[in-house]
């Protein structure tokens, strides 16, 4: 048994209500007329059904209640003379459309609360701020969720619900569509009226004042009505909310977003050149794609990805056959899959051989040109023999029509070659009016089908890249690697000095102290302040030198001529100490001088000068930025950007998404550069992004790579000196590394040891395992529910968690140490996915656990394969981010171990520390050892009011409870 989420009453309502402002429909404003048609002829038709004798159940309820009579009219109450029918009816109201004026819209969502709904869509909008906050404050306190105000309403086609103002309900389906725009939803359905796309939810969210993007995306993650989500995105204002809801949801369904607002007025003043090349467009498709969603561009192209989604089968790769019945056409899909980074590689030879021996006579060549004569049985073994080519992830079949095509013959074929078809297929049936019914044809069979070459390969791609994204969504790197550890607190002392100086700026020696204390390779630097002391320092470094002026004031040494290259010798270094702070004091009189840096000069043919970068988002955080380097950076902009954690993986992928990356291989005679030093560098960067809040801004530009590794010969640091943090450690981050700091070593009570650890995605196999070990009292107890092992869904949902939103504690023991072997504890049942009794009611050793907190496990690289699960704790927040649900799990052989009370200590700890209020749980009131177990942790046992089998079980957060 799960819960409803607590959107279900405004997604999924077993009644609705509408409130108008007067009884007479003619003073109802020109918006509002229509809804109150529609819904009072649903009401009347609903009324006849009844009246006639119709017992079948009328599914959704329908009320219709005025302002100015304060109750619904006599015709909208529909068959009360009809006792079965009157029994069939549900006994709620969950939804209130508010179809008022914004002025009456509060006395509206009173009205509305005293019919009992627990959700409202208010359609007018406020003129102002003041006027969204006084809504939201009287829907909280009234406990209703309030979707608006300026929200177009809400469809649910699977259930013929239309709550709105967007127009004809579409065809039911499993595409979600949620919309910062109610106009541009409602042309979206208007263009999905004459195609198969069908929808299950379509959500106008409007001013966003209560339920936002973030909290539907929520909802849609456990919707078993939808399959695929489509989002129109202009802006989010909290972004770790909507990364951690957008995370979940596309780890199991993918998500396609059109983002509107390419914006690039938010740069400001930047002192870096990293602030300077970060737009909030480029920023938000960073996060998009790291979120695991696929991101477009056009509105065409959202139609288009919609078209494919819709068919339910989606290719896992960016490799492209085409079968095409003319030249013309298949070249413009090949040159779009070339614009789109879509690979056409030559057929295997199997499939080579099954051409010519099914094809005599056509060139086994990708695209496939059959010709114009192409029969429909030609067509069928093309793409027959293509559904097993091992170099191909999806299957494109263009047909044109002509005179002597029989274009109804190859559109038969194609539907019956469909069917089981191996791999992902789709269609482009070039024309329109001679092939629409044809078109029609392939829509009803699931076959994404196109009218241009260009548009079915854009879409082919825009789903292809929901794999390659679901790859970066899998990666939660820890946010220190297995590299050599940093000096972390060296780090911290530089920036603590700088900042007790009251400087924000660091010089290039403090910058590079920085990047050498996180093992980041940096050029010898030396300060000159005067002539002679750099003619010094010349000689004790060695020529040629690299000479630049040492000031915080100047963001771009060589913009204002204070940078010189190649410096050969003493008289050299003196005439270029004197040019420099000439030429720097002429171009920015006010600038601070310090003096003059010297450092080695590095030159060598192969060399690449390449640049990294940090800056801050105003709503993401920290970003990382690569890119090409040097002094055209901001020109060139051949950057792409990244969000932190990062591990080797992530910084790989970064690399290659630029263009420079194509010349770090071997290039014009130069050999290829050390790449793996690259990769370490970003993720040593990564390293300083996590544990320094205080870096705003960073430039590390040039570094110049070469076949022996990198090195970063200029730096600038910016600081803040008080970073924005949201709450637990790295919470100045978008997305929460793995948890590494919480891992630790544990005994059970007859001296057997464990590992207790976060969560990953590597676990669900052998979550998969525990789930299945559990007895089946364990596992009703602990789901409420007969299953015997997890859907894909739900391993993917409970291994691949955002950190933020949700923590999973693993217990795990190691066979090869005995610690797997069964205990004398007996197990006595498992809580619901809120709880677990063990037994363990007796707390007389959980002092060993907390000594054994600072004991290090001799062996640091443990056996994957080996490791056990043997419970598993969690809890998830709830909307108000205040307070969470928890769940436990203990194996039946490890139950009476006090495994289960060192667990929930564990979690209770970690919630305190994030600042949570209260913990919650529901367990089975028959579940006396797990009450037991909750009572001697310090929760309060409460019966709930909506199922007398369950209780609740709570503890306050922020008053002292038992020590963890």
């Given at each position: 048994m799960e819960h409803r989420h607590y959107l279900s009453p405004m997604f999924d309502p077993a009644g609705v209500l509408l409130v108008v402002a007067r009884d007479d429909p003619g003073s109802d404003p020109s918006w509002a007329a229509p809804i109150r048609a529609r819904f009072q002829a649903e009401i009347d038709n609903a009324a006849n059904a009844a009246g006639n004798g119709n017992r079948r159940r009328r599914g959704i309820e329908r009320r219709l209640v005025s302002l100015e009579s304060g109750r619904p009219p006599e015709r909208s109450q529909p068959g009360e003379q009809a006792g079965p029918a009157q029994a069939d009816r549900p006994d709620r109201l969950d939804l209130a459309l508010i179809a008022t004026p914004i002025d009456d819209a509060l006395a509206a969502l009173e009205l509305a609360a005293a019919h009992g709904v627990r959700a409202a869509a208010v359609l007018d909008r406020c003129e102002d701020d003041a006027c969204a906050n006084r809504l939201v404050e009287r829907a909280r306190a009234l406990q209703v969720q309030l979707l608006g105000p300026g929200s177009m309403g809400l469809m649910c086609p699977p259930v013929r619900l239309d709550a709105s103002r967007l127009g004809r309900l579409p065809a039911s389906g499993n595409v979600a569509l949620v919309s910062q725009s109610g106009v541009l939803a409602g042309a979206i359905l208007?263009?999905?009226?004459?195609?198969?796309?069908?929808?299950?939810?379509?959500?106008?969210?409007?001013?966003?004042?209560?339920?936002?993007?973030?909290?539907?995306?929520?909802?849609?993650?456990?919707?078993?009505?939808?399959?695929?989500?489509?989002?129109?995105?202009?802006?989010?204002?909290?972004?770790?909310?909507?990364?951690?809801?957008?995370?979940?949801l596309a780890t199991i369904k993918p998500v396609v977003v059109l983002k509107a607002g390419r914006d690039a007025s938010t740069r400001g003043a930047a002192r870096t050149h990293s602030g300077a090349i970060a737009a909030a467009d480029a920023v938000y498709a960073a996060a998009l794609r790291r979120a695991g969603a696929v991101q477009v561009r056009l509105f065409t192209q959202l139609f288009t990805a919609v078209r494919y989604l819709a068919a339910r089968n989606w290719p896992l790769g960016k490799r492209l056959a085409i079968v095409s019945n003319g030249h013309g056409p298949a070249m413009l899909a090949a040159d779009q899959s070339w614009g789109a980074g879509i690979r056409l590689l030559p057929f295997a030879d199997a499939t080579r051989q099954a051409l010519r021996e099914r094809l005599p006579g056509i060139e086994p060549a990708n695209p496939l040109n059959l010709g114009i004569d192409a029969s429909p049985s030609a067509f069928a073994d093309a793409i027959d023999s293509l559904a097993s080519d091992a170099d191909s992830d999806a299957v494109l079949a263009l047909m044109s029509p002509s005179a002597g095509v029989d274009a109804r013959a190859i559109t038969d074929r194609v539907v019956s070659v469909s069917r089981g078809f191996a791999k992902p297929l789709f269609a482009c049936w070039l024309g329109d009016s001679s092939v629409r019914e044809m078109r029609a044809k392939l829509d009803a069979a699931g076959l994404p089908v196109f009218r241009t070459p260009e548009a079915a390969v854009d879409a082919f791609s825009t789903v292809a890249t929901f794999h390659q994204n679901q790859l970066l969504l899998q990666q939660v790197p820890h946010p220190l690697s297995e590299m050599e550890p940093p000096d972390v607190e060296a780090a911290r002392a530089v920036i603590d000095a700088a900042l007790a100086h009251r400087r924000e700026v660091l010089s290039e020696i403090e910058s590079k102290a920085l990047l050498d204390a996180f093992r980041i390779p940096v050029t010898r630097t030396v300060l000159a302040t005067d002539v002679d002391e750099a003619v010094r320092i010349g000689e004790l470094i060695g020529y040629p030198l690299v000479m630049k002026i040492a000031s915080a004031d100047v963001s771009h040494k060589s913009d204002a001529g204070g940078v010189a290259l190649n410096v050969r010798n003493a008289e050299e270094v003196r005439a270029q100490f004197d040019a420099i702070v000439a030429s720097v004091r002429e171009a920015l009189p006010a600038a601070r001088i310090d003096g003059v840096s010297l450092q080695p000069m590095l030159r060598s043919r192969g060399t690449?000068?390449?640049?990294?970068?940090?800056?801050?988002?105003?709503?993401?955080?920290?970003?990382?930025?690569f890119g090409a380097g040097g002094t055209r950076v901001e020109v060139v902009r051949d950057t792409t950007l990244e969000f932190p954690p990062l591990n080797g993986y992530l910084a790989r992928s970064m690399i290659g998404r630029t263009r420079v990356a194509a010349t770090l291989g071997e290039f014009r005679g130069a050999p290829p550069i050390d790449d793996e030093a690259l990769a370490r560098l970003l993720v040593r960067v990564s390293e300083m992004v996590c544990e320094l809040p205080q870096i705003l801004e960073m430039d590390v530009n040039p570094v110049i790579a070469d076949e022996n590794g990198v090195v970063a010969v200029d730096a600038r640091i910016v600081l803040d000196r008080a970073p924005a943090s949201r709450g637990a450690r790295y919470g100045h981050m978008a997305i929460m590394p793995y948890p590494a700091h919480l891992s630790r070593q544990a005994r059970l009570r007859d001296g057997r040891r464990y590992l207790i650890r976060p969560i990953q995605a590597e676990d669900a196999e052998g979550l998969q395992r525990f789930t299945r070990g559990l007895s089946p009292q364990s596992r009703y107890f602990r789901f409420i529910s007969t299953l015997n092992e997890l859907t894909p869904r739900m391993l993917a949902r409970y291994t691949q968690i955002d950190y933020d939103r949700e923590l999973a504690l693993v217990a795990v023991c190691r066979p090869g140490e005995g610690a797997c072997a069964p205990g004398a504890g007996a197990g006595a049942g498992q809580g619901r996915g809120q709880g677990q009794g063990q037994g363990d009611r007796d707390q007389r050793d959980d002092r060993d656990d907390r000594d054994?907190?600072?004991?290090?496990?001799?062996?640091?690289?443990?056996?994957?394969?080996?490791?056990?699960?043997?419970?598993?704790?969690?809890?998830?927040?709830?909307?108000?981010?205040?307070?969470?649900?928890?769940?436990?799990?203990?194996?039946?052989?490890?139950?009476?171990?006090?495994?289960?009370?060192?667990?929930?200590?564990?979690?209770?700890?970690?919630a305190r520390l994030r600042g949570l209020k209260r913990m919650e749980g529901y367990v089975l009131a028959i579940n006396a050892s797990m009450i037991g177990l909750m009572r001697a942790l310090g929760f309060t046992i409460d019966r709930d009011p909506d199922d007398e089998t369950l209780k609740i079980v709570w503890i306050a957060l922020d008053q002292p409870g038992p020590p963890a």
């Open positions: 208007d263009w999905a009226g004459d195609t198969a796309i069908g929808f299950s939810l379509i959500v106008s969210l409007g001013l966003e004042a209560d339920v936002d993007l973030a909290k539907v995306l929520d909802y849609l993650a456990g919707d078993s009505r939808t399959k695929a989500v489509v989002v129109y995105l202009e802006a989010v204002a909290e972004a770790r909310s909507f990364m951690s809801a957008l995370r979940a690449r000068e390449l640049y990294v970068g940090v800056f801050r988002n105003r709503l993401f955080g920290p970003v990382i930025a054994e907190r600072d004991e290090r496990d001799e062996r640091d690289e443990r056996d994957e394969r080996d490791e056990r699960i043997i419970g598993v704790a969690r809890y998830l927040l709830n909307p108000d981010r205040d307070t969470c649900e928890f769940a436990i799990a203990v194996a039946d052989d490890f139950q009476g171990q006090g495994l289960g009370s060192t667990l929930m200590r564990a979690l209770i700890a970690e």
